[in-house]
């Protein structure tokens, strides 16, 4: 076979290539496919995962909003509650008219930390005598109002029973 003339090798060489070719583009396409088969499930996932995570999120936030709602409507209360406690706490201090009938040059200072205080001003008028008081009790906010309206009223009632003033302190 050494007289195989060079066209005929050629002729060959090109077919056996053409064959490899076409046998390695196969397997490369059939690669490709593969991986974009793989690709495509791999998104499918992905957003399957960002939808649910999603739903999540969303579950999350409207549960949130419902409790901020509950919120507000809890500290409306409270501070209506404590607005309230205000209003009677302001009617146990002594007033301005009281004082200025027994004191000429006076003034209340009276600025609670919160909306109620545990600092009082107390005014007691006797037949002959009065009885003037300034007192911080201890506390800030709704246990110092508490701690000052019991002073205020232990205040009065012992005004009422004593007429020194070495026993009433």
């Known amino acids: ?12 060489f ?16 059939e690669a490709v496919i593969s991986s974009m088969h793989a ?24 549960e949130i909003e419902k409790k901020n709602v509950l919120l507000e409507e809890k500290q409306k209360e409270i501070l209506d509650s404590i607005n309230y406690a205000k209003r009677i706490q ?3 201090l002594a007033h301005t008219e009281f004082l200025n009938k027994h004191l000429k040059d006076n003034f209340i200072l009276f600025k609670p ?13 006797k037949t002959d005598s009065v009885f003037i008081a300034a007192a911080d009790c201890t506390g800030h906010g709704v246990p ?5 309206i019991i002073s205020i009223l232990g205040c ?14």
Do not use: W
């Open 90 to 92: 302001y009617t146990l």
């Open 113 to 125: 930390k919160d909306i109620v205080s545990g600092d009082f001003c107390f005014i007691h008028e």
């Open 1 to 12: 076979p050494t007289d195989i003339p060079n066209a005929l090798v050629k002729g060959l």
């Open 156 to 169: 009065r009632r012992r005004c009422r029973l004593s007429l020194r003033s070495s026993s009433i302190l």
């Open 39 to 62: 690709k495509n499930e791999l998104i499918h996932n992905l957003d399957k995962r960002v939808a649910e995570k999603t739903a999540e999120v969303v579950a999350q936030k409207n």
């Open 14 to 29: 090109v077919i056996i290539a053409g064959v490899i070719t076409g046998l390695v583009s196969k397997k490369i396409k």
């Open 144 to 148: 110092g109002a508490f701690m000052s």
